[in-house]
């Protein structure tokens, strides 16, 4: 089973649809947690982390569920320029930063 | 502005033949890494360093040298190239190796072996 374990997609979706993702982690004493948007060959930029109440950031929410071990990403009002791939990213270690990357869920929103 | 600089962006090169790819940050950052980048395969640490004089190995170290004798430079050295090197680089910074610090990428490099 893979450390962290995401769906490839794609995800078509028309604009100003809703859209969410869950990724799944199997180290259950992984401490921190983050989305990471990438676009196609250029450099992953963070888009959040992830606390353990929720976070919301304009259009983007993200949630942790420790008890199942998934977090997910739910995108709102989905525009052209959301058009990416998004990176589930976890740290695996305790207190210092090993971080396990997520193959990536790719998102296309059309118009 | 605060950056990741990698170069260099694309590279061809054939086996055997001796490359260094550099990385530079400006933001005074203590901790530095690399990943490869393959499809199916997500990001993967090759090496990284917590601070001057610091390195430690990655997931996938085999192949691959690096040095930090300054704060700011991170170079990856690919002494004997192979073919299963073939993909795509990028080094990242952060300020410390915190478990939630921020990390901040180069544009990549694009390495094909033939």
């Known amino acids: 089973r893979k450390e962290v374990e995401q769906d490839p997609g794609p995800f078509n979706v028309p604009e100003g649809a809703t859209v969410a993702f869950n990724c799944t982690y199997s180290?259950?004493?992984?401490?921190?947690f983050f989305w990471y948007r990438q676009d196609c060959r250029k450099e992953p930029k963070l888009l959040m982390s992830?606390?353990?109440s929720g976070n919301e950031d304009g259009r983007f929410t993200a949630q942790l569920n420790r008890a199942s071990q998934y977090i997910s990403l739910l995108i709102r009002d989905s525009k052209l320029s959301d058009s990416a791939t998004y990176l589930c990213v976890v740290n695996t270690a305790t207190g210092f930063q090993k971080l396990v990357f997520g193959t990536g869920t790719r998102l296309l929103v059309s118009p | 502005e605060a950056q990741v600089t990698q170069n260099p962006r694309y590279l061809i090169t054939v086996t055997g033949k001796k490359l260094t790819v550099t990385c530079s940050q400006n933001?005074?950052?203590?901790?530095m890494s690399w990943y490869r980048q393959d499809p199916g395969l997500g990001l993967r640490q090759i090496y990284y360093s917590m601070n001057v004089e610091v390195t430690d190995k990655g997931d996938v170290p085999e192949g691959y040298k690096v040095s930090r004798k300054e704060k700011r430079n991170f170079p990856l050295i690919l002494e004997s190239p192979s073919p299963n090197q073939t993909s795509l680089y990028f080094c990242a910074s952060s300020l410390l190796q915190g478990i939630n610090e921020k990390l901040f990428f180069g544009s990549g490099t694009q390495l094909s072996v033939l």
């Open positions: 992830v606390y353990s």
């Open positions: 180290n259950s004493a992984s401490q921190s």
């Open positions: 933001m005074n950052h203590e901790y």
